[in-house]
């Protein structure tokens, strides 16, 4: 079955950039979605249809998806950035989503 | 104001089971696939099954197929997940989310319920 693969872990100062990403087979052909989860929250699509923000995201959240690689860049990082973020596409071979194994991102 | 509404926390022994509903407000019910989703700790996003909540029909994720049942209420707009045979490795937040269509035709998961802590532990 199709197969997602993020960084566990990525590590960033305020105010620089951020990047995080999903890998998978020809995942440039496939739509790609984003959540962020902060503790203790349920988690927040940041970016859906590989770029697309929903109103309420700041556009420093900016999404990209080309080859085997979608990318999450987060420009300006704020403390309250400190997230996991998950990668989703659908699994057209089971016909259900299918989520990344999640990247925590710290703010230093 | 659109919300999703998920029932308190559960505390239960292994082998028992659990109910966890998701009730819904300002939007229209049956237009969306509501998706079930938990997070384990130490774990990632694991999607579990969705229902159609106007037609009841439903998709569970291979791993839960025999343990999960999904069903829906259309008078009071809510949808219900049970679990049963429960063990330790069930111990998760658990996750309503509402599905909305991508530009593939396909979902992502628009709407998010609160979460619901359940443990499971002798």
């Known amino acids: 079955s199709y197969v997602l693969t993020q960084t566990p872990s990525v590590s960033v100062a305020p105010g620089e950039t951020a990047t995080i990403t999903c890998g998978g087979i020809?995942?440039?052909?496939?739509?790609v979605h984003w959540y962020q989860q902060r503790p203790g929250q349920a988690p927040l699509l940041v970016v859906y249809?590989?770029?697309v923000r929903p109103s309420s995201i700041p556009e420093r959240f900016f999404g990209s998806n080309s080859g085997n690689t979608a990318t999450l860049t987060i420009s300006g990082v704020e403390a309250g950035d400190e997230a996991d973020y998950s990668c989703?596409?659908?699994?057209?071979?089971?016909?259900?989503?299918?989520f990344g194994g999640g990247t925590h991102l710290t703010v230093l | 104001q659109l919300q999703l509404v998920q029932s308190g926390a559960e505390v239960k022994k292994p082998g028992a089971s659990v109910k966890v509903s998701c009730q819904t407000y300002a939007y229209t019910f049956s237009a969306n696939y509501m998706h079930w989703v938990r997070r384990a700790p130490g774990h990632g996003l694991q999607w579990m099954g969705w229902?159609?909540?106007?037609?009841?029909?439903?998709k569970y994720a291979r791993q839960f197929q025999g343990r999960v049942t999904m069903t829906s209420d259309t008078s009071i707009t809510t949808v219900y997940m049970d679990l049963v045979r429960l063990t330790s490795d069930d111990t998760a937040v658990y996750f309503c989310?509402?599905?909305?269509?991508?530009?593939?035709?396909?979902?992502?998961?628009?709407?998010w319920g609160q979460g619901t802590l359940l443990t499971v532990s002798s």
């Open positions: 989703q596409v659908w699994d057209t071979d089971f016909d259900h989503p299918l």
């Open positions: 229902i159609n909540p106007k037609s009841g029909v439903t």
């Open positions: 249809d590989d770029r």
């Open positions: 989310a509402r599905g909305q269509l991508d530009s593939s035709d396909f979902e992502y998961l628009k709407d």
């Open positions: 020809n995942i440039g052909r496939k739509s």
